[in-house]
């Protein structure tokens, strides 16, 4: 390509000072644009001076805010090492990170450790991309490495590296306090450091205080400090703030003034699909599986896209082609997409085989994430299927994976399906510890509104009694409590809404109440990620929606509902058959022809 500047640097030595030197030439007239001399105070403080060199130079060079704002290496002076070879390979690392290309980001960190073994920020940047991976044993141990070296770091980096060190300790109730205190700490130094404000925000959403989070990006965005991962994740806060279409906005601003990226094409993807633009949501997961043609978890976004859009032949041709792969990681995804098209098909046998597979090849990865969601997922079966004894195994096996891993929701969670497992199984005693035991970590948490899946379990153990009117009024505090609808913030992941909101249908139903009971239902049929992993569900809800639509005497709406339920489930285990007769029988009754 066309070379239309040079930069010319050198530097002399001068005590324990260096004195730094660069020129920007016109490669074309060889004239010098600009010339600059500053004095660094040591080797650590060579780096801070490269950095306002590069900003001095970037103005002359006519970059404009906006191309700056997508610089990964903008902030090279906070990075301390006195190895230009470990800087190298850190930048090198932190690029592939950005990319989502975590294996060869951790590559890059360890040669990087090669020549500093102290470089605190490679071993940070090694438990961020061991995170994503879901490897918890390396995070945690490269976290605690971090940690370690951290003492001697400057401010910045020491208090960013704490926040993690404390966000990520097994008890962050306890601790969560202390690492805002560290990010706070570093805002007040560094108002305007990408990594702190970036934190802030992932603080913040720990406790589901998106008003906040929102606020932090809105200030990131105005400085042009945000990459595409900030915009990824503030567009998931902002729909769980129930503003889905300020979240697309944000999303075609990158694009339009920043840069086009693959994250920002998969994450329209999974925004789209909340207010049911699906073909928009398609087309936006084609441009980003052409991007990034080697990120698996792109292409199981878009089989669940298919998933939404009824195209359940597609769903299993790209689940298919996942588990061709070699890489284990992408079997892992086509065994759990597979799984819950199956689990909305009420095809569990089938369901329960991909689950286990994909179990077992987590386990073998020791990807704890996916492990922890492929328990949750067979013990769900189970326990729709009344193995209760099998359900509890899972949602145990759940529970000791949590114990040294997992965000609150997830361990209380678990909790909840347990309790509600030993309420269908009416064991007294067991379930009298196990409610205990969800109260206590609903009420220890440090995020308030997880009561909701306290208030949801009482609901339950009320209407399993009769005592209806009590159930919707626990119903509805827990309710209150939830988030809006969002997109997963990682891989596609349970966003529990249509385990909300079905008890209180139920309830209302119960009732005779079939307007509200109706109302309930129909959020559940328009929804898109908070039904995914419960695709049962989500089929049922036509199977319902159309006895009130009898009752009320829509007989149209009522035929078009039951032939939903029964395209869902024409293929459904044994178990599930009365149903599905019945529908066909409805509809018969209701003088049209059934499939």
């Known amino acids: 390509g066309k070379v239309d500047h040079i930069i010319k640097g050198s530097y002399i030595k001068a005590g324990n000072n260096l004195v730094i030197t660069a020129m920007l030439i016109d490669a074309h007239s060889g004239e010098t644009i600009t010339s600059l001399s500053l004095n660094a105070e040591g080797e650590r403080d060579i780096f801070s001076k490269v950095d306002q060199i590069t900003r001095e130079i ?11 704002a997508g610089d990964i290496d903008k902030e090279i002076g906070t990075i301390s090492t006195t190895s230009s070879e470990a800087l190298t390979h850190y930048m090198e690392g932190r690029h592939h990170h950005y990319e989502g290309n975590f294996r060869e980001s951790i590559r890059s960190m360890e040669r990087a450790l090669s020549f500093d073994p102290d470089f605190a920020m490679a071993y940070r940047s090694m438990t961020w991309s061991y995170y994503h991976m879901g490897l918890v044993s390396e995070q945690m141990q490269s976290l605690r490495k971090a940690m370690e070296l951290s003492e001697n770091l400057p401010v910045l980096e020491r208090y960013v590296i704490e926040a993690d060190y404390y966000r990520f300790n097994r008890k962050p109730n306890e601790t969560h306090d ?13 108002p305007e450091n990408t990594m702190a404000n970036g934190k802030l925000i992932e603080l913040c959403a720990d406790v589901e205080n998106w008003d906040r989070a929102i606020e932090r990006f809105a200030f990131m965005k105005e400085r042009k ?122 095809r569990l046998a089938d369901a329960e085989i991909h689950l286990k597979e994909g179990k077992a090849a987590a386990e073998k990865l020791g990807v704890k994430w996916d492990q922890s969601r492929f328990a949750s997922l067979l013990g769900y079966i189970y326990f729709i299927t009344g193995k209760y004894d099998e359900a509890l195994g899972e949602f145990n096996d759940e529970l000791e994976i949590y114990r040294v891993f997992g965000w609150s929701e997830r361990k209380i ?22 409610e205990a035991d969800l109260l206590e970590w609903v009420e220890n948490d440090l995020n308030k509104k997880f009561k909701r899946y306290y208030f949801n379990y009482l609901g339950r153990k009320e209407f399993s009694i009769n005592q209806t009117s009590d159930a919707i009024y626990h119903f509805d ?20 809404q249509a385990l909300f909101i079905d008890p209180l249908a139920r309830a209302h139903l119960e009732t005779g109440d079939l307007e509200k009971a109706q109302a309930e239902y129909e959020k559940i049929s328009n929804m898109t990620w908070g039904r995914l992993f419960y695709g049962d569900l989500y089929a049922r809800t036509f199977y319902h929606l159309g006895k009130i639509y009898q009752q009320r005497g829509w007989e149209g709406k009522a035929i078009e509902s039951y032939n939903q339920f029964i395209d869902l489930w024409k293929n459904c285990d044994p178990l599930f058959q009365p149903m599905v007769e019945d529908a066909r029988e409805r509809v018969k009754d209701l003088g049209s022809t059934g499939r």
């Open 477 to 496: 505090q827990a309710l209150a409590l939830l988030p809006y609808e969002r997109p997963p913030w990682e891989r596609v992941d349970d966003i529990p």
């Open 178 to 190: 202390r690492a805002l205190e560290s990010i706070e700490r570093a805002l007040q130094l560094y």
């Open 413 to 434: 969670r678990a909790r909840f399906l347990k309790a509600l497992t030993l309420l269908e199984q009416n064991s007294l005693e067991g379930l009298q510890e196990a």
């Open 58 to 68: 970037k103005v002359h060079l006519n970059i404009t805010p906006n191309q700056l």
């Open 225 to 346: 400090m945000s990459s595409h991962f900030d915009y990824h994740y503030i567009s998931t806060f902002y729909c769980a703030n129930g503003m889905a279409e300020t979240a697309i906005e944000n999303l075609y601003y990158y694009i339009e003034n920043i840069e086009d990226s693959f994250v920002i094409r998969w994450t329209l993807a999974l925004v789209y699909a909340i207010p049911h633009k699906l073909d928009l949501a398609l087309s936006e997961i084609d441009r980003a599986c052409s991007q990034a043609p080697h990120m698996h978890w792109i292409f199981s976004a878009k089989a669940v896209i298919h998933l939404f859009r009824g195209e359940f032949s597609e769903v299993e041709q790209i689940c298919r082609w996942l588990l061709d792969q070699e890489d284990i990681n992408a079997q892992v995804e086509g065994r759990k997409i597979i799984g819950l098209l199956y689990l909305l098909q009420a």
